[in-house]
Structure formats: C-alpha cells, structure tokens
C-alpha cells in the first residue's frame, strides 16, 4: 500500500529497519537520529548517526516500548520529531543526492486506520501523499521509503517539509547519500554508442548501415514508448487528483454523517427528557389528584358531621324555646350552665398556667443566663483611615461568629443569636421580647450590654427618638400586655434610673443633688434595693420616655481618643412590676434590670488623664468584679464575690439564681479593635456557659383576695352557642372554595399535560424526519464509496 502514497518513480520501500548491510561506506553524507541523540555503530563500517538538528518547529517524543523488527539498529526508531516541521540541510555540493527516510509510528500504536496521515516534500516538490505509517505497518514497527532522489544547486542545500493531512507528521531518521557516479563512454571508430546505456558496441564495417539503421529505429520506438509512458503518467497523475477530490469529498460526507448522528443523539437526549419529564407530571397529576380526592371526601365528611351538629345545636336551641315557660326548668338550665362556665373558666385557667410553665420551662432550657452578640459596622473615620472589617457573619443564623485574626487564622464563637450591622432595632427586641412575659408573670429579669467603649451599647439599650431601644420597646410592651390582662390581672409599674459612677450610686430622677451616700440594703428573702431611690410610677408610654430622657440626660460621659461622647458609668433602669391577680387572688412582685455597662477601655489606647483616668480605673475595676463573679458562677464556687462592686452587689438579684439573664455583647469589626473584641467574646462565652438554675416566681406576701362575678344569662350563653355556629358555616364555605380552587388547578393540569403530548408528537416526527435524512445520506456515502473504489481499481 505505500507504493501507492509515492508520487514520484524511483523511490522503494521497506517494511523493516535498517540494516549494517544497508550503510555503504563511501556513499552516506549524514544521517540524522531525529528527535534524539547520537548513536555510534558498533560495526567498523558502520556510520555515525547524528543528533537532532537542521530543523526548524515540532517537538521532539521517545518511547521505551520494544520496536518489532528494529534492524540492527532499533533505537533509531525509538525516538522521532513530532508536529507540522521543516528540516533544512545547507552546505551540500552541488550535484544528485539520494535521500531516506525512516518511520515509525510510536505514539498511537494501537491505531485506527487514518489517525495520522501526512505529505513529504522534497525541494519544495511533493513526494509523498497522505502517508499513513500505521495502515502500512501497524504500531511500534519500522517504514523505510529509499532512493528518494534530490538535486541540489547553486544555494547548496536541501528542504524536507513535512505538513499534516489528519494529525501530526512525524519522522525517526533522514539520511542523506550521494548519487552513484555513472562513468561516461565514448564511441570509437568501428562502433556505436548506445544513446540510454552508454555501452560502446563494436560494430563491424560491412553490417555498419545495417545497424545504424536498426538502432536509428530502436530509438524512434524508445522514444514513443517515453511519450506514451509521460501520457500514462499525466493520465495517473489527473486519475490521483481525481482520488484526492473524491477522498475529500468523502471525509466532508462522513463529517456531515457525524454531525447527524450527533444531532441526532442529541434529539434523542432532548426526546428521553420530554419523555420523562412527561412521566413526572404524570406521575404528579397522578398522586395530586389521590390527594385532591382524599382532601374533598374528608371536607364533604366534616361538613356532614357540622350539618348533623348544626341539626342538634337547632334541637336544642327548640328545647329551650320550649322550656322557657316553665320557670324552674328555665332556673335549673341556668344553673346548669352557671356550672358549665364555671368549669370551662377553671380549665382556662389551667391552661394558661399550664401555658405560662411551659413557656417558662423553654426559656429556662435556653438557659437562665442567654448571650446575644451585635456587631455595629464600620464607621466613616475607621473607613477613610483604611481599617478593614475582621469578623466573619457566614454562621450568623446558626448563632456562630468568626474572628480573622492575623491574617487567615480564624476563631468561631457560638452564642444564643448573632446580629449582623444589617439589622436593626426591632430585630434586636424581637428576640428579647419574650422575657418581658415572664416579668409580668412575676420572674426577676436583667438585661445587660457588655463591651468596649464605642460599641453601640447605649444605642442599642436606648436608641434614639426615631429608633427606639431595648429600654423603650420593653416599657412598650409591659404596657401593651397590661392592657390585653387588664380583666383578669392588675399591674401597676414603677422606674427607677440609677448609675454607678466612680463606685458610687446616683439616683438619675431626683430632682435635686443630696449630700445623702445612697447604700444597698438587704430585704426580706434575700432581696436587695436602695433605700431613698426616686420609684416613678408611670401609667402609659409617654410618661415612660420622658422618665428615660431625664435619666439619660443626667448621666456621666465624657470624651476620649475611642469614642468623643464615652459613658463614664453603669446606667442602670429598675421597673417593678406589682401583679394582682382577680380571679384567683394571687398577688406577685417582680424587678427588671435593663443595665448599660460602661465600655471596657486599655488605659494606653484611651490616653486618659486626671478624672477620666480615675473614671476609666473604677470602670475596669468593677467590670473585673463582674468578671470574677461570672467566674464563680461558672466553676460553681461556695462563695461569690458581689459585693467585691456596687454594681455586681446590685446585680445579686438578677445573677444569684432566682431570675432570669440576657447578656447583649458589642463588638467593633475593626481590626483596630480586634484584641478588645476578642477579649468581650471569650467573656460572653464564659457567660453563656453558666447554669444559673431555674428561676423563681416572686410571690407578694400581701393579703390575697378572691373575687368572683355572676356569669351571664342564659341567652347570652345562646348567642355564643349562634356565633360558634356562625363561624363553623363560614369554615365550611371557606372549605368549599378551597375545594373549587383545588379542581382549578386540577384542570389547569389536565391541560399541561395535553400541551407536553403535543410536544412529544411533535419531537417524535422531527425523529422520523431525522431518521429519514440520516438514511438518505447513508445511500449517498455508499454511492461516493463505490465510485471511489471504482477510481482506485482504474488507478491501479
């Protein structure tokens, strides 16, 4: 087959590898190892086989696989230059040169067929076509094509190129020869020289014409047999080109056949999807109806049980229109409905004891003392001054937050909820919320916010006019809440604001300053207040913010290099909430604690001096004295250090068991503030690890009282009985447009699924559409493929 990819008479092939027989001494003016190095024969005769060289582009391939009739020399065919390259040879003589190349395929040696075919060029004339190693030979074998001839002229060199068909081309060994010398010979007298042979033929003198005459004819008929062979190779030639074109227009049919098949797989694809997709909604339709039609069968059962209860309640409601003359059933029937209501109000009550122990038992389960943690965002001077925020909310939701810390280093806190700057206010309180209940259900509560000066502690305890804080909305809602019990339960609220400033206590509502040391006294039961401290009754929630504004305008700041209007004291507001109880008599006495913490602040950052650095001595020393506390609490030790602080010995009610703590702990994202932040975290997290133990309810000593009230009549209880029975009317036709708006849906389905059938139709005759043209081309392929065969039969 490879004679048949040589365009040029004279060149032979061989199908194995060299020889020491083949290296004629005399005759070899270079061979080059292309794609590696130099080899040395081992045989006298033997020349020596070059590295690399006189190439321009390729890269360079090995292979340590066994080449199968490598010759004498295998490893010239264990290496080759690999890719669309050129080699030029420069400095040759003048003169006819013989050139061989050598091949091997060793990259795809398991093939197919066609994977790689490649053109020769020679001096810019093209000597091989499409030359596939691997159709010829297979894999990891040797291809010789010999005798290939060149001229070389003038410019001394020769060109090899070699340029891809399908692939790369790629050659392991050129080894360029001389042309053998033909000795020239002259005639002489008495003979004749032959005109293609050059032999000199002695001709003797009486058949002289004779022979003259006979070789003048011979060489007429060499000569027309030269012209007729230059026709047959013209004839060859246009017959190849013809093959070229028909094996071109082949590969663009097989390319067009490929692509349809593709087209095809990919309708397939897209018909398997339809299909099920089809089945899914079938499915869904399916399993939607089961339970449309179990959804209708329990709606028309539950109605025919409120038509027979609606039937009796009318029974009924007859009985007692025909009872109403007879005057001592009339009595009897109220009293059995006195009873009746009597019971239904005992099990109210129960349940909403019941109601107020298991919200409790949740609260308590949280834990007694629960951590919130609120960051504030960057502000403009910390932006403008290049600081970069250092904590990580990718956990918020799930109560973690990361701090980054020198550099990719990170360190997670877990607390009860975590705020991100994004939210606000009433985010804050809404989780906050749910203790406000239990301090009307007579529990101690406190409500604290720790952390560095400049945090966001007072904003987020007191907000501002527009955007109230926890103080506020607490207020708000005791009040709201009040209002709802006010039938069944009496409140009256009182405030109190007081601060810890320098170690001293402040009362914020007076009126006047007093020479008068405020102390804290212990009260029955083990309870704690300040004696003389201003106790503001308060009756709705305007009266309340401007108690809170008096309070906050009389508090100690000041101005420091963290935070230009710093607290410099403990603001603490007290709201004691006394309960009565009207039905059962039950009377109780609990105490909120809502307590801005002054801000923790290093003495060498804050660069404070005379009275600010005694303020920030006394805020740090009782905010240690809290830390000690919250470390007792935490190992359970015998003895706890309150009274180490006034503000801790104030505290002793809301952190020695009998109430319950929320902790909110600010924190700046700065990382100029990374070691303070660090710092309030790892304490927040020994806050929330401490079992305070369940809380108790403080129950007022006063004189209990009960109160009961005449029931209402008989009729009013009827008017209950026609609105209980209004409403379950109204629930049945709310039940019934349900039902129609379900079996809308279920017909919107219906026509869904008629919508995908016709699609599927549709996809299914664009198949068979396909299908036919695929076969089409098939014909076609084949057609190409018999005239191809025919040329190469005429051909050969």
Not at 77 to 82: I, T
Not at 633 to 652: C, E, F, G, M, V
Not at 722 to 747: D, F, I, M, P, V
């Amino acid at each position: 087959e490879a004679e048949s990819m040589i365009l040029v008479s004279g060149p032979r092939v061989a199908v194995s590898g060299l020889r020491r027989a083949d290296c004629r001494a005399g005759e070899c003016v270079l061979f080059v190892n292309a794609g590696g190095c130099a080899i040395q024969g081992d045989h006298p005769s033997a020349n020596l086989f070059s590295s690399d060289s006189f190439f321009q582009g390729g890269e360079s391939i090995e292979t340590s696989e066994n080449i199968v009739q490598g010759g004498d020399y295998p490893s010239l065919y264990s290496s080759a230059r690999y890719g669309d390259f050129t080699y030029r040879f420069d400095g040759l003589a003048p003169g006819d040169y013989y050139l061989d190349l050598h091949f091997a395929e060793i990259v795809h040696t398991a093939g197919p067929t066609g994977i790689r075919s490649f053109d020769v060029l020679v001096q810019q004339d093209k000597i091989l076509s499409q030359l596939d190693v691997f159709k010829v030979v297979g894999g990891n074998r040797p291809l010789q094509v010999l005798d290939i001839r060149a001229f070389v002229g003038s410019n001394g060199a020769i060109t090899i190129d070699f340029k891809g068909v399908r692939g790369n081309p790629m050659v392991c060994g050129i080894c360029i020869r001389k042309s053998p010398a033909t000795p020239a010979k002259l005639g002489t007298r008495g003979s004749g020289l032959c005109k293609k042979c050059l032999t000199d033929v002695e001709i003797s003198s009486p058949i002289q014409k004779r022979t003259a005459k006979l070789i003048s004819k011979y060489e007429k008929q060499i000569e027309e047999l030269t012209s007729q062979c230059n026709i047959k190779s013209d004839e060859c030639s246009m017959a190849w080109s013809l093959v070229e074109s028909t094996n071109q227009e082949l590969d663009r049919l097989k390319m067009e056949l490929h692509q349809k098949l593709v087209q095809t797989d990919n309708f397939e694809q897209v018909l398997d999807t339809q299909t099920d997709q089809l089945r899914k909604v079938s499915q869904n339709y399916e399993n939607d109806k089961k339970l449309w039609a179990a959804a209708i069968s329990n709606l028309e059962r539950k109605i025919k049980a409120m038509k027979q209860e609606q039937a009796l309640l009318s029974l009924e409601a007859h009985d007692c229109a025909h009872a109403i003359p007879d005057l001592s059933k009339m009595i009897e029937a109220v009293r059995a409905l006195v009873a009746q209501c009597d019971d239904l109000k005992m099990k109210y009550h129960e349940e909403m004891a019941k109601r107020k122990k298991l919200h409790n038992i949740v609260q308590e389960t949280k834990g007694n003392i629960r951590v919130f943690c609120r960051c504030r965002p960057l502000s403009k001077v910390e932006t403008s001054s290049g600081y970069k925020c250092v904590v990580d909310f990718d956990g918020a939701n799930d109560g973690d937050i990361g701090i980054i810390n020198g550099g990719t280093a990170k360190k997670t806190f877990k607390f009860d909820r975590v705020y991100t700057p994004k939210d606000d206010q009433a985010e804050v309180y809404a989780d906050a919320s749910p203790l406000v209940t239990s301090v009307l259900d007579g529990y101690n509560v406190c409500i604290f916010a720790y952390g560095q000066t400049g945090t966001g502690k007072t904003f987020t305890m007191e907000g501002t006019e527009r955007n109230r804080g926890v103080n506020y909305r607490t207020l708000e809602e005791l009040f709201k809440i009040a209002e709802e019990r006010k039938d069944t339960v009496t409140y009256n609220i009182s405030v109190s604001v007081l601060e810890v400033y320098n170690e001293q206590i402040r009362d914020l509502l007076a009126t006047s300053p007093s020479s008068k040391k405020l102390e804290i006294k212990q009260a029955g039961e083990g309870s704690h207040h300040v004696p003389g401290i201003v106790e503001a009754k308060v009756e709705d929630i305007n009266e309340v913010w401007d108690v809170l504004q008096t309070g906050s305008n009389s508090r100690a700041v000041g101005s420091n290099n963290v935070n230009e209007h710093s607290s410099r004291s403990h603001c603490m507001l007290c709201i004691m909430v006394r309960a009565k109880n009207l039905i059962n008599g039950d009377c109780t006495r609990s105490k909120l604690w809502l307590v801005d913490l002054a801000g923790s602040e290093r003495l060498a950052k804050t660069d404070a001096q005379g009275d600010r650095l005694k303020e920030a001595q006394n805020i740090n020393r009782s905010l240690s004295a809290l830390g000690d506390v919250i470390s007792a609490l935490a190992s359970r030790s015998s003895h706890i250090p309150y009274r180490n602080s006034k503000l801790t010995h104030l505290l002793q009610d809301s952190l020695g068991g009998d109430s319950k703590a929320l902790m909110f702990v600010q924190i700046s994202p700065s990382d100029n503030d990374a070691s303070e932040t660090l710092s309030s975290l790892n304490f927040a997290s020994r806050v929330r690890g401490i079992e305070l133990g369940p809380a108790k309810k403080q129950v007022d000593t006063a004189e209990l009282q009960k109160v009961k009230q005449m029931l209402e009549r008989s009729k009013q209880e009827a008017k209950l009985k026609e609105e209980s029975l209004r409403k379950l009317e109204e629930n049945c036709q709310n039940l019934e447009s349900k039902a129609k708006g379900k079996e809308q849906l279920y017909k919107n389905l219906q026509d869904k699924v008629k919508e995908l059938e016709s699609q599927l139709d549709s996809k299914t005759h664009s198949q068979i559409t396909s299908e036919k043209q695929q076969s089409q081309l098939s014909g076609k392929l084949k057609e190409k493929e018999e005239a191809c065969t025919a040329l190469q039969h005429k051909v050969t």
